[in-house]
């Protein structure tokens, strides 16, 4: 097929965009669309209106994974996806996954207008629950695609209101045993993801297309110290086992880690300190930190996740203070498989677009995908790298810019052998 003719119908995305944002717990500018709430329910109806007005054919899965897909001449081949989700965290941007979704919508009806049919098929996914808002697990849907969950324990998971996930798929009516999700080996030919990049670099450099060619990977600790507390001024200094100043020291060691890894890709976030039972008269009785670390390179990763456990017990003990260390998740990181990330680069061209490589430091459905197929991702420039708030903006000639490379891409895989 002749893609000279391939145009991208800008407006279209940017109404389709605007119009999804409506479904929303929270008034606009800010989007709040939590796991199988009224208005993630909309929002998946209104997607699967969508996919079925293109000619799509939509199913579901046991966990609400949304598949759309164009049969391609030779349906029988491992098919080529794409794809991304459409949950968003509390007072959110409507950028965020949401341009992976549409995107793939729009590239594969603008791949439609040229008039032919791929080889293989093409299909877009919908993943569920990307975000970790509902059950605080992330990927939740791409997890149970790739294996990396065992159904039993994701059926358990419960929410704030002690719904397991069990009870609120079947009210959502995704019926059906959670060990039918896992895809089968050689499901899928390749899978490549449009994103907005959640950075500033591809702004600051002015630069069209990001082609990543690796996803960092979490993994997450919880650190609680523990000591008897006290009045603030009845207990003498020479008495205390405040767990407020382990906490502290560790805090900074944290930040230490991450900077003297050898490798500007090493980062590491303290995001919550609690401090119980915070009061200015009170020394405190347990603090809690839980500690993000992140890298492209997994086993340099876990040296600072040992360096920092490390120094989690020394603290503790110099303080005499209980300390409890729990290690709550760490996903491997993935490489890009090199064969998508030169379609990307090539599609880009042939467009007139920028190119250059990078990697993702938020990780993505995917990173569980890589394990199922070979995968890479499109980024997009978003305004000031701005993400995760209701200013999350991604201009739509960028938008435009970013399906058409999509398109191009989907179809140079769709065709291979």
Avoid at 272 to 299: C, K, W, Y
Wanted: charged fraction near 25%.
């Amino acid at each position: 097929m002749d893609l000279d003719d391939l145009s991208i119908d800008e407006s279209r995305i940017g109404r389709e965009l605007s119009r999804l944002a409506e479904f929303s717990a929270a008034p606009a500018p800010a989007v709040t669309r939590v796991l199988f709430s009224p208005e993630d329910l909309a929002a998946r109806a209104y997607l699967s209106d969508l996919a079925a007005e293109a000619g799509l054919t939509v199913r579901t899965d046991a966990v609400g994974n949304l598949f759309m897909r164009w049969e391609g001449s030779q349906p029988d081949l491992p098919a080529v996806a794409t794809g991304s989700h459409c949950d968003a965290i509390p007072h959110s941007g409507q950028y965020d996954g949401t341009v992976g979704v549409l995107g793939g919508l729009e590239a594969i009806r603008a791949l439609q207008r040229c008039g032919s049919a791929p080889r293989r098929s093409i299909e877009l996914v919908m993943f569920t629950a990307e975000e970790p808002t509902r059950y605080g697990i992330g990927c939740l849907g791409s997890r149970l695609l790739a294996g990396v969950l065992e159904p039993a324990a994701a059926d358990a998971l419960k929410d704030a209101e002690g719904t397991t996930l069990a009870q609120l798929r079947a009210t959502a009516g995704c019926t059906g045993e959670l060990a039918s999700v896992e895809l089968a080996s050689g499901h899928y030919h390749r899978f490549v993801e449009l994103h907005i990049e959640q950075g500033p670099l591809l702004e600051r450099d002015g630069v069209d297309i990001g082609a990543v060619t690796a996803i960092a990977a979490p993994a997450a600790l919880r650190v609680k110290y523990g000591g008897p507390g006290g009045h603030a001024g009845a207990v003498l200094m020479v008495d205390r086992r405040d767990p407020l100043l382990p906490a502290a020291r560790l805090a900074l060691a944290v930040d230490r880690a991450a900077r003297e890894s050898g490798a500007p890709d090493t980062v590491a976030t303290v995001g919550v300190m609690d401090v119980h039972p915070r009061a200015i008269n009170s020394i405190p009785r347990e603090v809690t930190l839980e500690i993000d670390v992140r890298d492209i390179d997994g086993p340099r990763r876990d040296a600072v996740l040992e360096q920092i456990d490390a120094s989690a017990e020394q603290y503790g003990n110099d303080a005499r203070c209980m300390t409890a260390i729990e290690v709550l998740n760490a996903d491997p990181p993935a490489t890009c498989d090199k064969t998508i990330v030169a379609a990307i680069e090539a599609a880009a061209a042939a467009a007139g677009l920028s190119c250059q490589r990078m990697i993702s430091r938020a990780y993505h459905d995917s990173l569980f995908m890589s394990l199922a197929a070979p995968t890479a991702m499109i980024f997009i420039p978003c305004r000031e790298g701005i993400s995760h708030r209701p200013e999350e903006f991604a201009a739509p000639s960028a938008m435009a810019g970013g399906v058409e490379v999509l398109a191009r891409t989907l179809w140079q895989l769709a065709s291979e052998k």
